[in-house]
């Protein structure tokens, strides 16, 4: 018998968590069924078709459920009952005070309630969910308890174990964590859900470390991670401002810092303001909850304030470039929320469409794979292309939003020879200026020298 013999795993909710970790677990023999609400996400992922684009999911995904390692399901209390752990990957998103809505974890709590009910094998219950301090253990551990009329601790351990993938590198991150975090109320479920991660590597085939902790710490250090991250975007976008002023590439200076060790060259890129669903929701979740405890949090208000003015910035640089808008034909490169990924939660491209909409420029937009949910997030007047030629072509000038390759990889030649006047406004940092400047190109990025 083998170590993955005796551990079967279900996790509950097939987003990029759910379904990322699944391939991690299956990948290292553990077999995995994955369960969801939506009854047709179920049925297509069985035939191949994913729930979302994620670069390399299908293919891995596919191999997977041909092999029989990982399954798919609508019903939570069989999957629950036929697995001994189980990983709550459901979505936490905001309430309109900041918080996180936990509707989706207290009903999935119930139903591991009542499956583990008449299981006489321990169960080990997983919560992977981004939740705040206090959750897991007032929240989910006693709704469990309830419908289970089990002790934890006793009859069922309970696990908090944060996730830390990055969309558009999901596949990636679940397979090759940075680290594994396991917060635990007992040795006994620690060191079960422990040998379920103790065989993942890094990328240069080293063992992930393993950290554990308590419950709540585990809960914290996922918000702490992610609102430092937030922290770096938001400190160079400031930076980005002030060299605007001077002439002077943020890029450059924040090479400069992060080659200091301490520091590291990470998350420190300027653009247009962070989207997604992560760090938006989980910086106002902790700045919300800090108010509720009487805590001051400055620096947090500060990140989501200069987050909140940075894609405005953007425009203001746009105006700059090409003066009154009323009129202008923009084409508009990128609407998801970052490259690889059809995600459009908190996109920056909403806020600077809406903007360079109210002062009348017409929007012609294109994106890989994102048009169709952007399309759900506003009404406006948008056209969007079936290609990068279509948006440029007899466009006025363009502006890039996102870093997707396919951008990246224009040819100078190319803005010069569709767009009407050969403009282009880089929110990002996408392509090389001299080279810009020798095809003949106006070329500004935000950050960056405005005279050259
Ligand atoms: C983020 C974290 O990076 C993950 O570690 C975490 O697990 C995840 O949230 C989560 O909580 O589930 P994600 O939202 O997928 O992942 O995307 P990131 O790659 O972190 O990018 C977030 C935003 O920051 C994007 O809008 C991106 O364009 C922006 N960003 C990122 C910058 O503007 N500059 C940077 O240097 C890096």
Redesign the pocket.
């Known amino acids: 018998m083998t170590e993955a013999d005796d551990i079967n795993i279900s996790v509950i909710g097939m987003g990029y968590?759910g379904l990322a970790s699944g391939l991690g677990y299956t990948s290292h023999g553990y077999r995995t069924t994955i369960t969801d609400i939506i009854s047709s996400r179920v049925e297509n992922l069985k035939k191949g078709i994913m729930p979302f684009f994620e670069p390399h999911l299908q293919g891995l995904v596919n191999k997977e459920v041909e092999s029989g390692m990982l399954r798919a399901s609508t019903n939570n209390i069989e999957t629950i009952r036929e697995s001994n752990v189980t990983f709550i990957c459901v979505g936490t998103p905001s309430l309109h005070d900041g918080s996180a809505d936990l509707k989706f974890v207290r009903e999935v709590a119930k139903d591991i309630g009542i499956a583990i009910r008449d299981k006489r094998e321990y169960h080990v219950v997983v919560v992977k969910s981004?939740v705040l301090p206090c959750t897991t253990e007032s929240i989910v551990l006693p709704v469990v308890e309830e419908f289970s009329g089990k002790k934890a601790g006793d009859e069922f351990g309970i696990i908090m174990n944060p996730?830390?993938?990055?969309?558009?590198q999901a596949v990636h991150d679940s397979l090759h964590p940075d680290r594994i975090i396991i917060g635990q109320m007992d040795d006994r479920a620690g060191e079960m859900v422990h040998r379920i991660y103790e065989g993942y590597t890094d990328e240069k085939g080293d063992p992930v470390p393993i950290l554990h902790v308590e419950i709540k710490a585990a809960e914290l250090i996922?918000y702490a991670?992610?609102s430092l991250?937030a922290t770096?975007?938001s400190f160079?976008n400031e930076f980005a401002r002030i060299c605007e002023k001077f002439n002077i590439d943020v890029y450059d200076v924040m090479k400069g810092v992060g080659l200091d060790s301490r520091i590291n060259p990470?998350?420190?890129?300027?653009?247009c303001?962070?989207?997604?669903?992560?760090?938006p929701k989980?910086v106002n979740a902790i700045v919300s909850m800090a108010e509720a405890i009487e805590v001051e949090t400055p620096i947090m208000e500060a990140v989501l304030h200069t987050n909140d003015i940075q894609p405005m910035h953007f425009v203001s640089i746009i105006e700059d470039v090409v003066g009154d808008l009323e009129g202008k034909v923009v084409a508009f490169l990128g609407l998801s929320?970052?490259p690889d990924t059809d995600d459009v939660r908190e996109t920056?491209a909403l806020p600077i469409i809406q903007k360079l909409y109210l002062e009348g420029a017409r929007i012609r937009a294109y994106d890989p794979q994102a048009s169709d949910r952007f399309r759900s997030l506003t009404d406006l007047p948008i056209t969007y292309t079936d290609s990068i030629e279509e948006a440029l072509d007899g466009a006025d000038f363009a502006v890039i939003q996102?870093d997707w390759n396919d951008f990246r990889n224009i040819e100078p030649a190319t803005f010069k020879r569709l767009l009407r006047e050969p403009v282009v406004i880089d929110g990002r940092r996408t392509y090389d200026p001299k080279e810009m400047k020798s095809a003949g190109i106006t070329y500004r990025a935000i950050g960056w020298k405005n005279t050259w």
């Open positions: 968590v981004t996730e830390f993938l990055r969309q558009g996922k991670a992610n991250l770096k975007i160079a990470l998350f420190l890129n300027a653009g303001g962070f989207g997604g669903s992560c760090f989980d929320f970052k920056r996102s």
